[in-house]
Each structure stands twice: as structure tokens, then as C-alpha cells.
């Protein structure tokens, strides 16, 4: 079955403690991206990836990492979490451009 | 990515039918026309992508007209099952140039009542 996998689905940690989310997807897709999601404000991309090894930031990169070392994985790094970041967050996967997007279930992290 | 522009929210009986209309004045030759729903919690999900005329799927059907400056998503008889957020993208397909960013925006809210 076609899908993109995050772990984990709910997250609470506190302020400064090192987390990563991971994010899988088992269709060969070369585009992947983070996305959170707040009341009100939409999905806003964090980042993005073209393929392995390329990357580049979306319209709120701030205090997010990210790494492409292989083209299923695309995990989300948060090196020193704030409140600001709790959010619900959203891995997708697409083959490029504007073709079908695949969306993970999300995760829901928050940061006291 | 063409840039849209959606209603912000609508209301609508079970039953029935739903059209909602995207602006996009600005698109591509090469852009399609793709249209998300998502559910509270939930990641957005495909429902129709088109490039002309009309499409039809088990789910929706999508207008464009000749000048594809606007497309219209249209739910038949709408079920409360159907409130959710539904989001309309323009972009080519294939390129890569310009289209590494897929933005989604805040999309348009239908409320189905009962």
C-alpha cells in the first residue's frame, strides 16, 4: 500500500530537548516536504526536498532541520524546541511539480 | 506555482450541491488545476486534478473554462461528511523550475448542515 509513514503521532516535550519526527514514504517519490498547521494561518511549508542531498527552506524554516540522506526518509529535526513550535505538523511525498501529493497522518507535538 | 484566490468559508444544506470557485488569473500554459479536501486533524487528500473543459471523478467534478483564469470544484448532494477544507493548487506537473514549493494557503472552510 502506498503511503507516507510519521512517527510519532503525538509528542509532548519540554523547552530545549532535542527531537527529531521521522517521515517515510514507500512510492520512489523524489519531492518531499514539512508542513505545520495552526488555527487560523493554514499549511505553511518548513521545508523541502528535491531529491537526496537537496533541500532548501519553505516559508518558515526557522528553528527546523531537515536532512535527505536517502529518498524514502525525510526526518524533521527540532535542535532546541520552543512553545511557538507546537504545532501540528505534516510530512508529504509527490513524484515532482504539482502531481499528486501524499500527506503522512501528522503529529501532533507540544512544547512546554 | 500560480497564485489563487479562494472564498474563505461556506455554508451549505445536506443534499445539496456544493460549488466552489478558484481565481487564478495568472496561470501557466503547462499548469494544471488540483483541488484538496482535508478533515480536522487529517493531512490533505488528492480528490481531481484537470487541465480544461471538465473532469469528473466518484467524488467531484471540476470545471475550467476556455481562458482557465478560474476553475469551480463542485460536491453533488453534499453529506455532513463533506465539511472539511478544501484547497486548489496551479502548478505544472512535471517541472521542476518553480515548482519545487507546493503552497497550500488556508484553502476554502465548507460547513455541510444538517
Known amino acids: 500500500e502506498a503511503q507516507v509513514t510519521q512517527n510519532p503521532r503525538y509528542l509532548i516535550t519540554v523547552t530545549g530537548k532535542k527531537l527529531t519526527v521521522t517521515c517515510s514514504q514507500n512510492m520512489n517519490h523524489e519531492y518531499m516536504s514539512w508542513y505545520r498547521q495552526d488555527p487560523g494561518l493554514g499549511l505553511r511549508q518548513i521545508y523541502y526536498?528535491?531529491?537526496?542531498?537537496?533541500?532548501d527552506k519553505g516559508d518558515v524554516p526557522e528553528g527546523y532541520k531537515v536532512s535527505r540522506k536517502e529518498k524514502r526518509n525525510f526526518p524533521l529535526i527540532l535542535e532546541s524546541p520552543s512553545p511557538n513550535q507546537t504545532s501540528l505538523y505534516f510530512c508529504?511525498?509527490?513524484?515532482?511539480?504539482?502531481?499528486?501529493?501524499?500527506f503522512g497522518q501528522g503529529t501532533r507535538l507540544t512544547v512546554v | 506555482l500560480a497564485k489563487t484566490t479562494q472564498p474563505i468559508s461556506m455554508d451549505s444544506y445536506e443534499g445539496q450541491e456544493v460549488n466552489i470557485t478558484c481565481s487564478h488569473n495568472n496561470i501557466a500554459t503547462n499548469d494544471y488545476i488540483t483541488w484538496y479536501q482535508q478533515f480536522p486533524s487529517q493531512g490533505p487528500r488528492f480528490i481531481i486534478q484537470?487541465?480544461?473543459t471538465k473532469v469528473t471523478n466518484e467524488v467531484a467534478s471540476l470545471f475550467i473554462p476556455a481562458d482557465r483564469k478560474s476553475s469551480t470544484l463542485s460536491l453533488p448532494r453534499v453529506s455532513l461528511s463533506d465539511t472539511a477544507v478544501y484547497y486548489c493548487?496551479?502548478?505544472?506537473?512535471?517541472?521542476?523550475?518553480?515548482?519545487?514549493?507546493?503552497?497550500f494557503g488556508k484553502g476554502t472552510k465548507l460547513s455541510v448542515i444538517p
Open positions: 493548487l496551479v502548478g505544472d506537473l512535471y517541472s521542476g523550475a518553480g515548482s519545487y514549493q507546493l503552497t
Open positions: 526536498s528535491m531529491n537526496v542531498e537537496v533541500t
Open positions: 484537470g487541465y480544461k
Open positions: 508529504a511525498s509527490r513524484y515532482g511539480g504539482a502531481s499528486e501529493a501524499f
